[in-house]
Structures are given as C-alpha cells and as structure tokens.
C-alpha cells in the first residue's frame, strides 16, 4: 500500500502557482524588443599622445593641433552590420596660452552618425555636422584598440568653414561591456582587475568576471599589494576608513580568483570597503582561492575587509591573519562601525584557517548584519598579545552583535553551522564567541578550547552589563570543549543569572558524551543516541520539513539546503520539480 506524503501535497499548490508566474515571464520575454543579444557595447579611453585633432581653414587660415582626453562607448551587431557611437564624454585641447577647448561630440556629431560594418571588418561612420559638413569617420578594431581616422567637408563655396581632422588612439576599457547592470564591464584578467582597483570613479558601476584570474605575485604584470585591491582604505593612521566606497555590482559569474596576497594595514581584502551606509553595493557569485591575507590591523578578510552591502552565494579559501575584526570571509559585516547599517551575508562558506587578537571568526569577525545560510569549516584562533587579550572567537562569527552607550546593535545568525577547530583565550565558542544578538537555527561541532567563557556553540551570551536581548533558539552543538572557567557543552557564560544583560536559550541542545561536558549555562544536554533521534528535537518544535532533516539513529540534525518545494534540488522552483511530482504522485520522494 503506498502512503501519501502530505507535505508534499501541500506544496502543489506552490507549484502551480510558480509554473504560472514563469509562464508569464517567458511570455513578456519573448515579446519584448530590444538589441541583439549579439550587439555589444564597450567603452574606449582614448590614449591623449596618440590622439589628436586638427583644425584648419576659416578666414584666417589657421592651423591648431589638440590632444583629445576622454572617453565614447561604441556599440556593434555584426549580424545586422551596423553601429553607433551610444556615449561620447571626451574634450581636444590645444597647447597654445589660450587652451582652446573643443568638445569632440559636437565637432562630429557623432551621437548622430550612421554607421556600417564593412566586409573588411572597419566601421565607416557617415551623418553630418553641426555646420552642415559632412562627416566621415573610420574606426578599426584590434586587440582592445580602437583606430580613428576621420574628416569634416566643408559644403561648396564655403571658404569660411572649418575642416576637422582627426588621427586617435581608445583603448578599450577593461574587457568590455558599459559598465551598467544591464550590460556590466568585462573582467577577463589580472590587468582588468588591477585597472579596476586604480579607477574609484568607477566604484559604482556594474562588473562581470568571465573567466578565473591566477594573481599569484610571481607571475607578470602582479604582485603582492599592500592594500585592497578594490575600495582601499587611503589612510592606514585612522581607524576608520577613509577611501572610496564600493557601491556598484560585482558578479563573479561562478569564476574563482586564486593566490591573492597581501600584505598591509587595515580593511583588507579583495574589497577593503564593500557598500556605503546605505547598504547599497554587491558580489555575488565568486570565489577567492588559495588567499593569502596579512594585516597589521583591522577588518581584515579574505573577501571583503569591510562589508556593508550584500555578499551571496562567495567562498574563500586560503589563509588569514589581521588584529580585530578578521574573517574568513570578511572582516565585518555591518560596515564594522557603531552604525551597523547593511550587511548581508548569505549562501556563503570559508574554508580558510584564520587567526587575529579579538573578533575572529572563520567567516566574519564582527557581524552587525546578516549571515544566513553559511558555513565555516576553517580552524580558527585567537592569538592574543601582550597588550591585548583573544576575546569574541567563533567558529562561524567572532562577535555578533555589539553594545554601546546603553544600547545594542543587532547582528543576526541563522541556519548556519560551522565544523572547524577553534581556540582562543576568553569569549570563545564553536559557533559564535560572543553573542549580544540573536543566534537562530544553527550548529557547531568543531573542537573548541580556551581560557573562560568557552561554549561548544557560544562562548558568551550576553553576559555584559547593560546589553540586552541575547538569544540563542533551536541550535545544538557536539564538540569536545575545554577550558578552565565557565565552560559549558552548549554555553559557556550566559547572562541570566550573572546579574548583568540578559541572554535566553531557548529549545538547545548539546552533546553531553562527544563534549565531555556534563553541564552547560543553557540548553539542554542529551546522549550521543538521544541527539540522533528526530524525537528529540521534535518534542521542541523543531521544524524537520522546510529546516532541518535528520538520519535516525545515524545522524544529528543538518540544515536542509532545499526548500520543501525544491522537488529535484536545482535550488529553482519551476517546471521540473512538477513535472518529478507528477511522475512520483503519492510516492514518497521526500528524503532529502
């Protein structure tokens, strides 16, 4: 007899209602208008000494040279032969006392030009000017090169006129595209990246990578930085940073970068300084492999020294070392300030062993945002000095949340785990360091060893005076944990009853026989054979459908990576999953 599944008859109608709304979406697709999918847009610097204009004629004869800065976009469809100057930005000079000024557009009318593919592959530019001349401009690409040569003609009987003549060299702007999210920049190599890196007026535009970047310093044209690559801080004596932010959009496009190293101050990364204070500023899609980061200072992270926009679906791999607020992946999240503004982390791991003094975590060191679906598996360590103690160490996320003058600065962590070894002096746990916010739905089994206040989840919990509103709900922990004071299997110090702040557990467990801790500040304790049955979690409401999933008898509880509608876990809910309900109806296909 075959039994119905009913949490699968409850995400039909899901489903349908899906399947519709994409129906309609490739409907409006289909019928929209717009360029080519093969036209494409670059834009082109023009290289100054190798750029010129002259202008001749008129009633007194004259002769003046200009050299031409700026820079034009040009757009192609070879399919349909065509193209067209869509942006020109770009002013001649003279070197005469005088330093008369033309603007390029204008003399050419470019904006306005007609232009034709030719068999050879040049483009011949036709149209008029401004005066009523005609124009006639010739453009040959090579190599990221775009060659301009070029003429006005007077009309006949027109002695008084102006002839234009133009002789230029642009070079393509990275590898291609306009820089907007509809048709972002091209990063194809170290070059572009670098050229990125040295070009802040550019640090609110959209950037895609299209093919995995090697920077390892021993190779031509790299080396070992001494800040960010992108988004530096420009002031290593200040603590905070001071530097153009990264407001625009970067897509790794599923591409790696591999062997970053540096070696500076503070706010490094990959980004030193991601998003503005309005949370405005995203990557997305990239991995940062074989990092080798070193500062002297803070926020520090493999990624993203300072995140205050949106990081999803990156990794990073390699090694990691700062002061305070170091990362895996970022160094802080939340812009790192008081502000806590932005900040989001999710569907993102780290890999990378990672140590620093305080806030160290093997994703992010201080997380005044959002991390969500995330994973650490890196060691992690807080090294500590001579002036300075290793607090707020953590497996996922060194210190969550933060106090200031009688309030707290939320952070949050939900349905995350982290699985690698951490040690550290004081605030020290397999999960979280220190907790001062909310910790939902998330587990640890990683080794964990310090001083005091040490937790297989969370070291501290709250425990300061005036913080309030600590919360660690639905999470377990099974790691051996050690230490001298205040060590806990789940919580090693948690607020209530200490008689300062205020920090709740609610519906934790942990591992009393793999811990080697019998009791905890919070949470409660179950056998290795108690934590494997789905019973015991169920009995606290957790949710084994949409949130976790369980092994019986096999298993502890992991973080379910699909929704309950993500039949064929593609991470898309669409046509295939209705089309394997419909061919598996009333069979259970719900072990995920």
Known sequence: MIATDYRILRIVPLLIAVCLVGI?????????SGMAASAETSTYLFVPDQSKLVQ???IA????????????????DPNAGSASFTHVDANATDDSPFKRTLDLNHVFNMMSLVGT????????????????????????LQGGLAHLIGQTTPPPNSADFFIFNVDAVAQRKYSGGSGTADDPYQIAA???????????????????????????PNLPGRKVFDKAVIAPDTNDTQ???????????????????SRLTIKGAGHLGLFGQLGDWHGVGYVKNLGVVDVNVTGSGDYVGGLVGSNGGTVTQCYSTGAVDGDECVGGLAGSNGNGDWLGTGGVLTHCHSACTVSGDSDVGGLVGTNLGSVSQCYSTGAVRGTGTSDALSVGVGGLVGTNGAWAQYFALWGSVTRSYSIGTVSGEYDVGGLVGMNWSDVTECFSTGVVSGEGSVGGLVGNNGDWPEAEGATVTRCYSTGAVSGSWAVGGLIGQNAMGQGVGSG?????????????QATSDGGTGKTTAEMQMPGTFLDAGWDFVNVWGIGENQTYPYLRKYSAADINQ???????????????????????
């Open 24 to 32: 309609s979406a490739q409907a409006k697709y289909a019928s929209g």
């Open 61 to 76: 004869g004259v002769h003046w040279t200009y050299s031409i800065k700026g820079e034009f976009q040009l757009t192609v």
């Open 117 to 140: 593919v030719e068999p050879s592959g040049s483009i011949k530019f036709t149209g008029k000017a401004p005066d009523d001349s005609d124009v006639g401009i010739t453009v040959t």
């Open 504 to 516: 709740t557990v609610t519906d934790c467990f942990w591992d009393t026989q793999t811990s080697g």
């Open 570 to 592: 593609d991470a898309s809910v669409n046509f295939l999953d209705l089309a394997v309900l419909a061919e598996n109806w009333l069979t259970d296909i719900s072990h995920r």
């Open 56 to 58: 001749t004629g008129g």
């Open 190 to 216: 170290a070059a572009d990246l670098i050229a990125l890196g040295e070009s802040p007026e550019d640090y609110d535009k959209h950037f895609i990578l299209t093919a995995d970047i090697d920077l390892d």
């Open 239 to 257: 603590d905070w940073f001071q530097g153009t932010f990264f407001t625009g959009g970067f897509d790794g496009n599923g591409h790696t970068m």
